[in-house]
């Protein structure tokens, strides 16, 4: 009985003395590192032409089952169909990424932004916010 | 007719012999995929996809949209061979197809879309170009992107069926076939929107929508058209947003319509359709308005309210009331004009209301009521589309009543109606009716040329004049009377008299349509009789088992609910439901209802109109309710001197009008699309509103207001929705009695028919008509007549807060004739002053086919024109001139 006990803790014990799979970060300090498909904040995409992927299809805040996404159409100049409005409730998001999945341009993706909390009562994200974190991304990509 | 039995996928259904397999379908709730049959066109066979297996004495595949129901037929809709036809025949449509579902406004109720859904289809065989022709964008209000359309002709088939145009049609052959207008000419038609209505796919677009809101998104409210009198359904869409905006505000994003709700089959004009923009402009009033040093100041409802209260308090005290006036609305429910005679007549004791549509024909009311108790007016204005003949009896359907001329449209194409029309300009009415007779008849000659056509019906022994002895008096004398006519006068051929005499004697059901030009023509009374004297002509001699002729009139009104404004009561002469107020015992039911009095002195019908009274200085208080009589009424001058006088305004209205710039308190009335009540349309039909948005800003509904002023004058007016008004009225009016206001949502009610069943239509007295001479006086200085009318664009004040109305007639023009034109040089598009004894404005110039030599018209209903400043009569004589540099 003593013996799967010691088994047990010898196992604990290697990964816990073994650097390379202690599961302690020194967050902020480290940053964690995560998995390629993690789930992180829906960040609107920007295309080729420096201006939001979204055509507004609005299949995003249907297909969301939190109801957080909200798109209001318009029409622009060049009779192009773009979010005049683009709305994402991030305390009310539950990350599961079905407006990704449901997007026909890849205009929306959840990306590694995590740190979202806050001292405000809402974290209603507009249109600018959520294409800036793309935008900064790009920068620090240059 | 004889009924049909067949099985279709297993359920055995029966339906009327002729009927096609796709509609005996439709009418079983039964799916058959199809792009191009629509129930209310004509069968076009386009598209291919509805193909079923049909087992009649073989087997085989048929057509459902093409193929008649037979006794014992069995219908497969569904089986792997069509399928696997189906699933290619899509292939080959959606070979060229875009396939742009996130930017298309049809995606969600696209019938493309749908069908590709159902047969699961995956990525075609084809390798193909996407098709890549010009999207269409050349008027405001449509969008023709024709990479999507499929061919499937119905929008070609609404332009021209149902809206009598034609203004598109295939273009090209082979693969490079498109949909377009005459030599790509820009779009030039009535925006009825009919083609976007239709389209089975996002081929056609709704612009005002401009990208708003996807079809999933839309909460769909139908309730009824606050334009014109014919009442057609409309749907709002409106849209949500999350409650964290604003705590969430719904927003009317377009209408569409209902081809199995209301009266209109889902047809609509175009203030109808596109006509909704006014519910959400910036430009109305947010919060009641009090003037203070001559400058209207946004207050709270409790102080406009309490500042209304005290002031008509006072002017009770100090001269009564009867020195107050009120004018109710042809916009506003019957409920909110019910309370508000009800208030006028308790609480401030006053008999002086009135409604500008009885101000404009003051006889209007007691000629339709006899129309109704003789049995004459009692169809409803869908019964049009079985006419055996119509007869539009100076009314300008085109524009004043499009819908009327769809249905009229459907009778024509469907029952080969004969189309009569009377005017004295050259109106538009564009259909296939095989007789299409136009009686163009002399201003003034209106009587002559109805006895006329009596004259004729008598003559050529066209109806059982025995009959018509029998069940009438008084037709010795009419006869008598009908040689002292001269029908020489009209300016009609006696052969063309004739003919329409023959027309409208035709077995079957016909329909008349007496138009505004008749109601407001200064001998518009004589002219009515005279046309009740030809439909009792015409109805005595009624045999039912030869189903021989009968007609029926209808009566022109203008606004959506210029009919119910009277029906309640919101005139000098009757109470609700046309009960003669200076009876005291036709005043009992409404005075045991209401638990009070009328006094006698009060009860009076005063031949003096309301801005009469003002003018005599007699009104030291005036209460508008959504109306505009700066403008409205038909002489302007009148109503600006009149309010000049009334010490104390209080104009209940959605804009800052004219009026309400006049008022000392305005306050911010809902619009239809916020509140419940109901309407009452030309044909007698009472249907109900639904609510599809809170009221706008700090706006109230009418009836509220009403409720709330009364309420702080100490009298009790409960109500707590428009559903208890209703239930009172029931109670009081004999006209409204039977109408149950929760069944109204299922059905609507159709007074006249429910009058006439629980009473026998009346014995008919032929009335000997002498008119009066109609003095136009034309002169040396003012040798043109100026006549008035009704616009297609517009009407009242909400069409000129319509963004997409304003784009499509933006501007007041003045109709030329040719001849007149070319005689003072004036071309299309000049701007010319129209000058009158009175007044002058400047407009530009219509060179128009429809107006006769030595006239001029100009539309009344563009608010913006004060046509009426110009005005002092039906015909009022002006001069025009080219403006000069
Ligand atoms: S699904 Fe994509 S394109 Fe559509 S509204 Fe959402 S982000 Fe925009
Ligand atoms: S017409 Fe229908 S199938 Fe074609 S793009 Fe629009 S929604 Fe999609
Ligand atoms: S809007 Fe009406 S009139 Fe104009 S093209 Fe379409 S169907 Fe024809
Ligand atoms: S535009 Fe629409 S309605 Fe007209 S033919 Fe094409 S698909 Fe049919
Ligand atoms: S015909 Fe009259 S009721 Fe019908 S949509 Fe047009 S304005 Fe509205
Ligand atoms: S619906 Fe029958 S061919 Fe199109």
């Given at each position: 009985?003593i013996?799967?006990?010691i088994k047990g ?9 073994n ?5 302690t970060?020194?967050?902020p300090e480290?940053r ?10 829906p960040?609107?995409?920007i295309?080729?032409?420096g ?6 299809c ?6 969301c089952p939190?109801?957080?996404i909200?798109?209001e159409g ?7 169909r773009y979010p ?6 991030a305390?009310r998001?539950i ?6 999945e ?6 929306i993706?959840l990306?590694?932004?995590f ?5 405000k009562?809402?974290?209603v994200f ?5 294409l ?7 920068l620090l990509?240059? | 007719m004889?009924?049909v039995?067949l099985?279709?996928d297993?359920k055995?259904i029966a ?7 796709f509609?005996a379908?439709?009418?079983n709730?039964?799916y058959i995929?199809g792009?191009?049959?629509q129930p209310k066109?004509?069968q ?9 297996e049909?087992t009649?004495?073989?087997?085989g ?7 008649p129901?037979s006794?014992?037929?069995i ?19 959606l070979a060229h197809?875009?396939l742009d579902?996130?930017t ?13 859904y159902?047969?699961n289809l995956a990525?075609?065989?084809f390798?193909?170009t996407?098709m ?7 008027n405001p209000?449509?969008e023709l992107n ?8 119905r929008c070609?088939?609404?332009c021209?069926e149902?809206e009598g145009?034609g203004a598109?049609?295939f273009?090209?052959r ?11 000419k ?7 929107g009919?083609?976007v209505a ?5 081929a ?9 809101g ?8 139908p309730?009824?058209?606050p334009?014109?009198?014919v009442?057609c359904?409309?749907?709002l869409?409106?849209?949500?947003s999350?409650?964290r905006r604003d705590?969430?505000?719904d927003?009317?994003k377009?209408v569409?319509?209902?081809?199995y709700t ?5 047809n609509?004009?175009?203030?109808g359709r ?19 040093d001559?400058?209207?100041i946004?207050?709270?409802w409790?102080?406009?309210?309490a500042?209304i ?5 006072k002017i009770i005290a100090?001269h009564?009331?009867?020195?107050i006036?009120?004018i109710?609305?042809?916009k506003s429910?019957n409920?909110?004009n019910?309370l508000?005679?009800?208030?006028c ?5 006053t ?7 009885n101000?404009k024909s003051?006889?209007l009311?007691?000629?339709?009521y ?9 169809a409803?204005?869908?019964d049009i589309?079985t006419?055996?003949?119509l ?8 524009e ?13 194409r469907l029952?080969g ?6 005017n004295?300009?050259?109106v538009?009415f564009?259909s ?12 003034g000659s209106q ?5 006329a056509?009596?004259?004729a019906?008598?003559?050529g022994?066209l109806?059982?004049?025995k009959?018509?002895?029998a ?6 004398a009419l006869?008598?009377q009908?040689n ?10 006696a052969?063309?008299?004739k003919?329409?005499a023959t027309?409208l004697?035709?077995?079957g059901?016909?329909?008349?349509v007496?138009?505004k030009?008749?109601?407001e023509?200064?001998?518009?009374k004589?002219i009515?009789e005279a046309?009740?004297n030809l ?14 002729a ?8 203008s606004h959506?609910n210029s009919q ?6 919101v005139?000098?002469?009757y109470?609700?439901?046309?009960a ?9 039911t409404?005075?045991n209802?209401?638990?009070?009095k009328?006094?006698d002195d009060?009860?009076?019908k005063?031949?003096?109109d309301?801005?009469?009274?003002a003018?005599q200085?007699?009104?030291?208080a005036l209460?508008?309710?959504?109306e ?17 006088k009334?010490g ?5 209205d959605?804009f800052l009008?004219?009026t309400?710039?006049k008022a ?6 809902a619009?239809f699309a916020?509140?419940?009540g109901?309407f009452?349309n030309?044909?007698?039909l009472?249907?109900?509103l639904?609510?599809a948005?809170?009221p706008v800003?700090n706006?109230r509904?009418d009836?509220q207001?009403?409720?709330?002023i009364?309420k702080?004058m100490?009298h009790?007016?409960?109500?707590a929705?428009?559903?208890?008004v209703m239930v ?6 004999p006209a ?11 059905k ?5 028919s429910?009058?006439l069943t629980?009473?026998?239509?009346l ?10 001479v109609?003095?136009i006086?034309?002169?040396k200085?003012?040798?043109?007549i100026?006549l008035?009318?009704?616009n297609l664009n517009?009407?009242?004040t909400f069409?000129r807060h319509t ?7 933006p ?5 030329v ?7 003072m040089?004036?071309?299309?598009g000049?701007?010319v ?6 007044n002058?404005i ?10 006769s030599?030595?006239m001029?018209f100009i539309s009344?209903?563009y ?11 039906a015909?009022t ?7 000069i540099?």
């Amino acid at each position: 009985m003593i013996l799967p006990l010691i088994k047990g803790l010898a196992l604990t014990l290697k990964r816990f003395l073994n650097p390379s799979t202690c599961a302690t970060v020194q967050y902020p300090e480290v940053r964690p590192k995560l998995a390629s498909r993690f789930r992180g904040l829906p960040e609107l995409q920007i295309g080729k032409d420096g201006r939001e992927k979204c055509v507004a299809c609005g299949l995003c805040a249907k297909a969301c089952p939190s109801g957080c996404i909200y798109v209001e159409g318009a029409e622009d100049e060049t009779h192009r169909r773009y979010p005049k409005t683009y709305e994402l409730d991030a305390f009310r998001c539950i990350f599961c990424g079905f407006c990704e999945e449901a997007c026909p341009v890849r205009a929306i993706i959840l990306r590694d932004t995590f740190e979202l909390s806050t001292y405000k009562n809402n974290q209603v994200f507009d249109k600018e916010k959520l294409l800036g974190l793309t935008r900064k991304r790009d920068l620090l990509k240059r | 007719m004889k009924t049909v039995h067949l099985v279709i996928d297993d359920k055995s259904i029966a339906v009327p012999e002729g009927t096609n397999i796709f509609q005996a379908a439709i009418d079983n709730n039964i799916y058959i995929p199809g792009l191009c049959y629509q129930p209310k066109l004509p069968q076009f066979g386009g598209c291919r996809l509805c193909m079923v297996e049909v087992t009649e004495r073989r087997t085989g595949h048929r057509f459902a949209c093409a193929h008649p129901v037979s006794e014992g037929m069995i219908v497969k809709v569904n089986t792997p061979k069509i399928t696997r036809y189906r699933k290619s025949v899509m292939e080959y449509l959606l070979a060229h197809h875009p396939l742009d579902c996130p930017t298309c406004d049809k995606s969600g109720e696209c019938g493309l879309q749908n069908i590709s859904y159902d047969l699961n289809l995956a990525p075609g065989r084809f390798k193909t170009t996407r098709m890549n022709v010009p999207v269409i964008r050349d008027n405001p209000l449509l969008e023709l992107n024709r990479n999507r359309c499929v061919l499937c002709g119905r929008c070609v088939s609404t332009c021209k069926e149902i809206e009598g145009l034609g203004a598109i049609d295939f273009q090209n052959r082979g693969i490079k076939t498109v949909i377009g207008t005459a030599f790509d000419k820009p779009l030039d038609c009535s925006f009825c929107g009919g083609c976007v209505a239709v389209c089975p796919t996002g081929a056609w677009q709704d612009r005002t929508l401009g990208f708003g809101g996807r079809s999933w998104e839309f909460m769909k409210t139908p309730t009824i058209c606050p334009y014109c009198s014919v009442g057609c359904t409309i749907v709002l869409n409106t849209k949500a947003s999350p409650p964290r905006r604003d705590g969430g505000v719904d927003t009317v994003k377009r209408v569409t319509s209902d081809d199995y709700t209301g009266i209109n089959e889902g047809n609509l004009c175009v203030k109808g359709r596109f006509g909704y923009e006014f519910i959400h402009s910036s430009e109305r009033i947010n919060t009641p308005l009090l003037r203070r040093d001559n400058e209207l100041i946004p207050v709270s409802w409790d102080e406009a309210i309490a500042c209304i209260s005290e002031n008509f308090k006072k002017i009770i005290a100090e001269h009564g009331g009867a020195s107050i006036g009120g004018i109710g609305s042809e916009k506003s429910t019957n409920e909110e004009n019910y309370l508000f005679q009800k208030f006028c007549r308790t609480v401030l004791k006053t008999n002086n209301i009135d409604n500008l549509s009885n101000i404009k024909s003051p006889f209007l009311n007691g000629l339709i009521y006899k129309s109704v108790i003789h049995g004459f007016a009692s169809a409803s204005l869908k019964d049009i589309e079985t006419a055996t003949t119509l007869f539009f009896f100076g009314a300008d359907i085109t524009e004043a009543h499009p819908v009327i001329g769809n249905m009229a449209r459907k009778a024509i194409r469907l029952k080969g109606a004969n189309l009569v029309i009377a005017n004295a300009r050259n109106v538009q009415f564009q259909s296939q009716a095989r007789s299409d007779v136009r009686l163009r008849y002399a201003l003034g000659s209106q009587v002559a040329l109805v006895n006329a056509i009596m004259k004729a019906i008598i003559d050529g022994n066209l109806v059982d004049l025995k009959k018509v002895e029998a069940s009438t008096n008084n037709f010795p004398a009419l006869r008598g009377q009908l040689n002292n006519f001269d029908p020489q006068l009209t300016g009609i051929s006696a052969e063309t008299i004739k003919q329409a005499a023959t027309l409208l004697t035709n077995n079957g059901n016909s329909y008349l349509v007496c138009g505004k030009d008749v109601e407001e023509d200064p001998q518009g009374k004589d002219i009515i009789e005279a046309l009740l004297n030809l439909c009792a002509l015409i109805n005595a001699g009624y045999n039912a088992d030869t189903n021989s002729a009968r007609i029926s009139i209808f009566f022109s009104r203008s606004h959506n609910n210029s009919q119910g404004v009277n029906d309640v009561g919101v005139v000098p002469g009757y109470l609700p439901g046309y009960a003669d107020i200076e009876n005291a015992s036709s005043r009992e039911t409404v005075e045991n209802v209401w638990g009070v009095k009328l006094p006698d002195d009060m009860c009076k019908k005063d031949n003096q109109d309301v801005f009469d009274l003002a003018l005599q200085d007699k009104l030291k208080a005036l209460y508008i309710m959504g109306e505009n009589p700066m403008v409205n009424h038909p002489d302007g001058k009148k109503v600006h001197d009149a309010l000049q006088k009334v010490g104390f305004i209080v104009v209940q209205d959605t804009f800052l009008t004219e009026t309400a710039r006049k008022a000392n308190v305005v306050l911010p009335s809902a619009t239809f699309a916020e509140k419940e009540g109901t309407f009452t349309n030309m044909g007698m039909l009472v249907q109900r509103l639904n609510k599809a948005i809170p009221p706008v800003g700090n706006a109230r509904p009418d009836w509220q207001i009403i409720s709330d002023i009364a309420k702080k004058m100490g009298h009790a007016f409960a109500y707590a929705s428009p559903k208890d008004v209703m239930v009172e009225l029931e109670r009081v009016s004999p006209a409204y009695s039977g109408i149950i206001y929760d069944r109204l949502k299922r059905k609507e009610f159709h007074w006249t028919s429910f009058l006439l069943t629980k009473n026998k239509p009346l014995k008919y007295t032929f009335g000997v008509i002498e008119p009066g001479v109609l003095n136009i006086s034309v002169s040396k200085d003012f040798p043109f007549i100026l006549l008035t009318g009704a616009n297609l664009n517009h009407q009242g004040t909400f069409s000129r807060h319509t963004k997409a109305l304003m784009s499509v007639a933006p501007e007041c023009l003045v109709e030329v004739s040719r001849n007149d034109a070319r005689a003072m040089g004036v071309n299309n598009g000049d701007v010319v002053i129209i000058e009158s004894a009175r007044n002058k404005i400047k407009l530009k110039a219509k060179v128009s086919g429809k107006v006769s030599e030595g006239m001029v018209f100009i539309s009344e209903d563009y608010e913006r024109q004060p046509v009426n400043l110009l005005r002092d009569g039906a015909y009022t004589p002006v001069r025009i001139h080219k403006e000069i540099g």
